[in-house]
């Protein structure tokens, strides 16, 4: 099993930044790809950004590209998504999410492990 576990979120002005973390714990040996999905009041998970594990292959969303960076640390199994120039349509719970398989997918159905999420507020 693995166990994931986010951090970093809080109240921020438009324009600002964080710096979200996921600490994986478990059988991080199975990772193939690791993304992190937002979900907003009275919608749907949307997918944000993903990562390869290996290989550091990177995918983002239209609507953050630009603004936000993943990264990952193979050593400490963290994931990270640094999010600058934030905007208030940024405002959801932002979660992220693995699966073992090695290729990045857009889709929430094709991850099988997934953190408790962390609020994200942005303020105008």
């Known amino acids: 099993q693995v166990q994931l576990a986010e951090s970093g979120g809080g109240l921020v002005q438009a324009g600002g930044s964080l710096r979200l973390s996921c600490a994986a714990s478990?059988?991080?040996?199975?990772?193939?790809?690791m993304a992190w999905f937002r979900q907003s009041p009275g919608k749907g998970r949307e997918f944000v950004s993903a990562?390869?594990?290996?290989?550091?292959?990177?995918y983002y969303a239209d609507s953050v590209k630009g603004r936000f960076t993943i990264t990952k640390d193979n050593f400490k199994n963290t994931l990270t998504l640094q999010m600058n120039s934030l905007k208030p349509e940024s405002t959801a719970i932002y979660y992220c999410?693995?699966?073992?398989?090695?290729?990045?997918?857009?889709?929430?159905?094709?991850?099988?492990?997934w953190g408790q999420g962390t609020q994200v507020t942005v303020s105008s």
């Open positions: 478990g059988r991080t040996l199975s990772h193939g790809a």
């Open positions: 990562i390869t594990w290996l290989g550091g292959r990177v």
């Open positions: 999410a693995s699966t073992p398989a090695r290729e990045i997918f857009t889709t929430e159905k094709k991850y099988d492990h």
